[in-house]
Nanobody, 123 residues
């Protein structure tokens, strides 16, 4: 299975972006899908997760109310809608898939990773 992120770019504070994670070879519904991010000099941190099949979702406190994770089974793509972006949202964003049957905020629980897409929030 492959996961390929896209959609990262330079955006001004207060702006919006939608990241995409195209999943190939298997339907994303078999996974718990997550988004993580890594800023320069920092550890990779949890952003959001959802059941590939079901309605449960979880968000980091730092993005709750601003970011939304969703999926489209027809295109086998998972999205991260990011609104009200802040300078501190600047990072490389990664999508990941977990075969565990629970939502996890731990990157060690995710077995499949994309290559990442750069999001830069700057004026």
């Amino acid at each position: 299975v492959r996961m390929v992120e896209s959609g990262g770019e330079l955006v001004q504070p207060g702006g919006s972006l939608r990241l995409s994670c195209a999943v190939s070879d298997r339907p994303f519904s078999v996974y718990v899908m997550g988004w993580f991010r890594q800023a320069p000099g920092k550890e990779r941190e949890f952003v959001a997760a959802m059941f590939g099949r079901g309605t449960g979702k979880q968000y980091a406190d730092t993005v709750k109310g601003r970011f939304t994770i969703s999926g489209d089974a027809v295109t086998n793509t998972v999205y991260l809608q990011m609104d009200s972006l802040k300078l501190e949202d600047t990072a490389i964003y990664y999508c990941a898939g977990s075969t565990f049957a629970f939502l996890s905020t731990s990157r060690g629980d995710y077995q499949v990773w994309g290559q990442g897409t750069q999001v830069t929030v700057s004026s």
